[in-house]
């Protein structure tokens, strides 16, 4: 199985300041996404980090807001930028590694927990 | 359209056995995951169902008809550790994730 590690693990942040987060894979795999989970809820996919070229967002999230990186396929960022309080959450990347053929079994890091003040 | 639904909230008791239902309807449907994620934590993987049937894997068994867009997680000998959410989730053929909201599971002394 994959291992993922996540920095930072949590962090509180002021109104209107960035953050990067941090996501790091253990082995190359395919595919890299990046959710959010706010309290209480299900997962929300942000995007789809694609190497080398730009993520693809889903509705309702912009690259402005949620610009990412993925360099390698190891490898992946995910900026919230301008924060405000509604942006608190739990961001969680995640990987999918289809080299690995029909088990398509997605592997989640230990999440970032984020609190805007 | 997309959508995945499946209980808020079930009690059980230690010991005992309980299903968690889920029924999705999902375009290029490409498999059916379960995950389960205790409270502060990251979802943990649990099973996959892609072909009809049950999968068994200790006390968790999952069960998928394709045909009838449904699943349910079995889980026998109940703990208490077993406190926890369950979220089904079904992948399309783009192999993302279409996520329920989670059914937290109470179990009971």
């Known amino acids: 199985s994959a291992v993922i590690s996540q920095k930072p693990s949590r962090d509180i942040c002021q109104r209107g300041t960035s953050l990067t987060i941090q996501c790091q894979v253990d082995?190359?795999?395919?595919?890299m996404f990046w959710y959010r989970q706010q309290p209480g809820q299900s997962l929300t996919l942000i995007a789809t980090a694609n190497q080398g070229s730009e993520a693809t967002y889903e509705s309702g999230f912009v690259i402005d807001k949620f610009p990412i990186s993925r360099p390698n396929l190891t490898f992946s960022t995910l900026t919230v930028s301008n924060m405000s309080p509604e942006d608190s959450s739990i961001y969680l990347c995640?990987?999918?590694?289809?080299?690995?053929?029909?088990?398509?079994?997605?592997?989640f890091g230990p999440g970032t927990r984020l609190t805007v003040l | 359209g997309q959508n995945i639904d499946q209980p808020t909230e079930m009690t059980a008791t230690e010991g005992a056995i309980v299903q968690i239902n889920c029924t999705y309807q999902t375009s290029g449907f490409n498999g059916l995951f379960w995950y389960q994620q205790h409270a502060g934590e990251a979802p943990t993987f649990l099973s996959y169902?892609?072909l009809d049937g049950l999968e068994e894997k200790g006390r968790f068994s999952s069960f998928l008809s394709r045909s009838k867009g449904y699943s349910y997680l079995l889980l026998k000998e109940l703990q208490m550790k077993d406190s926890a959410s369950y979220l089904c989730a079904s992948m399309d053929s783009n192999y993302q994730l279409i996520w329920g909201a989670g059914t937290k599971l109470i179990i009971k002394p």
């Open positions: 995640s990987v999918i590694d289809l080299a690995r053929g029909d088990y398509n079994e997605q592997f």
């Open positions: 082995s190359q795999v395919t595919m």
């Open positions: 169902n892609v």
